[in-house]
């Protein structure tokens, strides 16, 4: 069975310019959280999303925004690039919500802002 | 605010030498604890999670895991390192609100010695 996949593996853009980030998650989970782990620090909670809504947000600026559609994938936004938004940006996904439900990580997109 | 602390960021052993990782934690209430691995390249990987009962927590391979109330510490135990257990190893703890944010350790570098 697939795992969580992320896309692209790697990215590098300039500060200012936007991206987009892409995340499938595991076959029949409805639940897609995103982390930033920051070179050196362990992740850091984005936001969650189930059935398309979203169910929690971390302590990061609005330049940084999200979705998730009808199939369950999801994709991170960020804005206004800055040279501190480079980062292994992790996707994981849980049957639904609730912290007994096991999150899966994909194995990240490497983004460098330059 | 709930926290996770790792005091070790960097730990030597040589194979086939007994392991413990430190963790500590702070939470109003019962937590929920993981300990994950993140080999490089690779997304994180679940170990173990303590949610209630048993207060020694058996993972995958061949880790151990002790939650003790009374000192806030979830310490990651392996009586016999392998040289592919050299990754980085994340202590957690899962907020339980509408979200299922996972809050990590800035993460301990495990190196084998062969």
């Known amino acids: 069975d697939a795992g969580v996949t992320q896309s692209p593996t790697h990215l590098i853009k300039t500060r200012g310019q936007q991206v987009t980030l892409r995340c499938s998650p595991i076959?029949?989970?409805?639940?897609v959280s995103w982390y930033q782990q920051v070179l050196g620090q362990g992740p850091q909670f984005i936001f969650q999303?189930?059935?398309?809504?979203?169910?929690g947000r971390g302590n990061f600026p609005d330049r940084f925004s999200a979705r998730q559609f009808p199939n369950y994938s999801s994709e991170l936004n960020v804005n206004a690039l800055l040279l501190g938004d480079s980062a292994l940006y992790l996707c994981?996904?849980?049957?639904?919500?609730?912290?007994?439900?096991?999150?899966?990580f994909g194995p990240g997109t490497r983004l460098t802002v330059t | 605010a709930q926290s996770v602390t790792q005091p070790d960021i960097h730990i030597t052993v040589s194979e086939g030498a007994s392991l413990e990782l430190r963790c500590n934690y702070s939470?109003?209430?019962?937590?929920?604890l993981f300990w994950y691995v993140q080999s490089p390249g690779q997304g994180l990987q679940l170990l173990l999670k303590?949610?209630?009962?048993?207060?020694l927590v058996q993972g995958i391979k061949g880790f151990e895991a002790e939650f003790k109330r009374s000192q806030s510490s979830f310490n990651l135990r392996k009586p016999s390192v392998h040289w592919s257990d050299a990754a980085e190893y994340f202590c957690?703890?899962?907020?339980?609100?509408?979200?299922?944010?996972?809050?990590f350790g800035k993460g301990t570098r495990l190196h084998i010695l062969p």
């Open positions: 994981a996904s849980s049957l639904a919500v609730g912290s007994s439900y096991e999150q899966y």
């Open positions: 076959s029949g989970h409805k639940s």
């Open positions: 999303y189930y059935e398309k809504e979203e169910r």
């Open positions: 939470y109003g209430a019962t937590p929920y």
């Open positions: 303590y949610f209630s009962g048993d207060t």
């Open positions: 957690a703890v899962g907020a339980m609100g509408r979200d299922d944010k996972i809050i």
